[in-house]
């Protein structure tokens, strides 16, 4: 199976900061996720990453995924109290036929005013 | 896009009592389904997959079944409830991508 360490595992940050995540896996990654879970809900899909060396960007959150695809890094600019949650990267199990995705065990973001 | 239902959003049990969580997805034809688990401090733990009607694969031994009766609907059940099934539970429904995932609001429940 495949592990998902994340860091770290809890962040506070004043709003207006930039803030980065971490996604490190020891295998490579032939497909790495980012999902937004607030508190006692469900997952929200933000991006989905598959290509060494891809970037991807939507408002103000950015994904990257490094050239060995074997880590993943989610960065906010000046956050806000709203980008507040728990990040979770999950990635593509090939060894399964069933299309599963393993999980890290998420970073949780506090943002204050 | 999917839109993924769960109930009931909360649901407080005693031990040794049954459960029945229900998850139905709209928005697409015979998806793969999944239970999630989510115990405070850790990650997703995957408890069943479902590629099919009737289709149940288990991925943890544990006193929990699943059931999927019809394509778009997904029940996780247990005949008697112990204080480790406490935890929030989430479904979720493959995508047009191999690997997507869209997960439903999630079930908060809490074994007494």
């Known amino acids: 199976s495949q592990e998902l360490e994340q860091s770290p595992q809890s962040l506070i940050v004043q709003e207006g900061k930039n803030l980065t995540i971490n996604c490190t896996s020891s295998?490579?990654?032939?497909?790495l996720y980012w999902y937004k879970q607030k508190y006692g809900e469900g997952l929200i899909f933000l991006m989905m990453?598959?290509?060494?060396?891809e970037e991807k960007s939507h408002e103000k959150i950015t994904a990257k995924l490094d050239e060995k695809k074997q880590q993943s890094s989610l960065h906010i600019t000046a956050s806000q109290p709203s980008h507040a949650g728990i990040y979770l990267c999950?990635?593509?199990?090939?060894?399964?036929?069933?299309?599963?995705?393993?999980f890290g065990r998420g970073t949780q973001l506090t943002v204050w005013p | 896009s999917q839109t993924i239902h769960q109930w009931p959003a909360t649901l407080v049990q005693p031990v040794g009592s049954p459960l029945s969580l229900e998850c139905t997805v709209e928005?697409?034809?015979?998806?793969?389904l999944y239970w999630y688990r989510q115990a405070a401090g850790r990650g997703l733990q995957l408890l069943f997959y479902s590629v099919g009607i009737g289709q149940i694969s288990s991925e943890v031994p544990q006193n929990l079944s699943a059931s999927r009766p019809q394509d778009r609907q997904f029940i996780l059940s247990s005949k008697k409830l112990l204080l480790s099934d406490s935890g929030f539970y989430l479904c979720a429904s493959g995508g047009g991508d191999y690997y997507e995932q869209y997960f439903g609001p999630g079930t908060r429940l809490t074994v007494t």
């Open positions: 990453l598959q290509k060494g060396g």
């Open positions: 295998k490579t990654l032939y497909g």
């Open positions: 999950g990635a593509e199990d090939r060894g399964s036929t069933l299309g599963r995705l393993y």
């Open positions: 928005g697409t034809s015979n998806p793969n």
